[in-house]
DNA sequence: TCATATTCACTCAAAAACAATCATATTATT
DNA sequence: AATAATATGATTGTTTTTGAGTGAATATGA
């Protein structure tokens, strides 16, 4: 076995389960001990795992991947459906904003055919946006850590140089008397520039948002088109009434 | 068997299964050790694969972790040196700029205790400065994919917004005659900004850069105190006339 | 705290893979 | 057909990788 090869099921394994055993990994490659260790040392040096006694562990950067690891994974499903049909509504060469946050990260492994020019405050979407080779600016401004995004006077006002045919929100509240609100002021204040500057405003975010404020207000639910799941039909029901709401169906 | 056949036979099944064995291809092709070492030699030059250890390798450019790995490991003692002594002319507090590459990657780790402003133009440093929780903006503008760097004329005149105590560069070539320079315009451009907006400019490079030049230039190597190692004496002597240049000793 | 059991880092020798060279075979050109 | 250009295969010595053995360092449980 090459020790590409080993690397590389070291590094996917790390991936799959967080941490891994040396004694796990001796079982498994049928190599011996020494080298196994040469193979972690190495990947500690490039940066792709943290040793430690017994075995190693993903390091976890608080960088692009953070986080990621306990949100991305609740309501996949729902939001890479949801991503799927918010992928729909783009034509070939439109010029998009994209928020930070999850479920739009979703929307990315479609931009590619459409082939967009994307702007996006999102640090966290910058190495999936390069392995598609989309065509990609970042905003600039001052990095909020906690969520890998770009926020901020200097970000709005950047922002405002240009003109976009859709943006796509991330949202942490949608209801029907409060509106879209997002708990911190400075990515409200982000994401309504971003909506103002768009011809047409898709919000994304699953059905557990739906019926929840927060406290900072970004704008009207009839302000955007919102695409969410089918996983919450009361809320449904109440919020169907006065905005565009699309729902998709598992 | 042609050679061509054996090229796309070798391409087709790095395809199929992510990595292969020159003892396989040996046997499947019939033909001797030499003949495909040297078919690989070829594929590699192409970029077609990657040669490793055993065999070859797909080339997996996208995002991020890999492509760059490569370059971060040569001459990593002598970066980390230079690092070090870059770092040592940070003053507390001081707004600095840092350049993409990797050299400047090593200086990070440093600038925590310092309690810096960073303005950086590389999303590869954003990572590293977000572990150490260290204040940072981000320039606006595209994004070069190669060397995830941040480039082109809106990323020059975010820049001009700002001003700088320091900036720490990375360099790819350094000429007593034709001074600092580096491959592409567009960067230049942007290192050539970033030089005017800082009170005190460092350029940090390793000792094979020196004597050597490129297509762009970014100044004259007296408008930077340039710090290198010491691998490279007849290169050192020739510049250490008519600059400022420091050289760390291993 | 101590004793025990792992786990670790280091060295060394064997094996595998490597690059370089040269002789031979194949193909192209005149 | 003769020659040149190229591709191939065998041989060589060198480098890299590997696995086993050793003692030191670290964790675990009484």
Redesign the pocket.
């Known amino acids: 076995?090459?020790?590409d090869e080993?690397h590389q099921i070291i590094i996917s394994k790390l991936k799959q389960q967080g941490t891994i055993?040396?004694?796990e990994l001796i079982e498994e490659l049928h190599?011996?001990?020494?080298?196994l260790?040469?193979?972690l040392?190495q990947l500690e040096k490039m940066k792709l795992l943290k040793?430690?006694?017994?075995?190693a562990a993903l390091l976890q950067r608080k960088g692009f991947e953070l986080g990621i690891h306990e949100k991305v994974h609740q309501f996949l499903a729902e939001k890479q459906e949801i991503a799927s049909m918010a992928a729909s509504y783009i034509n070939e060469g439109d010029c998009i904003y994209l928020d930070a946050g999850t479920t739009v990260s979703e929307l990315i492994p479609y931009l590619k055919e459409k082939n967009v020019t994307v702007l996006t405050n999102g640090l966290m979407h910058f190495p999936s946006l390069a392995e598609y080779e989309i065509k990609t600016m970042i905003v600039g401004g001052q990095v909020k850590v906690s969520t890998n995004a770009i926020i901020g006077s200097t970000a709005v006002s950047f922002l405002s140089q240009y003109r976009f045919d859709k943006c796509f929100l991330g949202m942490n509240g949608i209801h029907s008397q409060l509106g879209l609100t997002t708990p911190d002021p400075e990515e409200a204040l982000l994401k309504k520039t971003a909506m103002q500057l768009s011809s047409e405003c898709y919000v994304l975010a699953d059905s557990s948002k739906l019926n929840e404020a927060t406290f900072a207000k970004v704008g009207d639910i009839t302000d955007a088109v919102i695409i969410t799941d089918s996983n919450n039909q009361s809320a449904l029901e109440e919020i169907r009434k006065n905005s565009k709401i699309k729902v998709v169906t598992p």
Chains 1, 2 share one sequence.
């Open positions: 076995m090459l020790a080993r055993k040396l004694t190599v011996s001990e020494a080298t260790r040469r193979d040392a040793r430690v006694h017994g075995g």
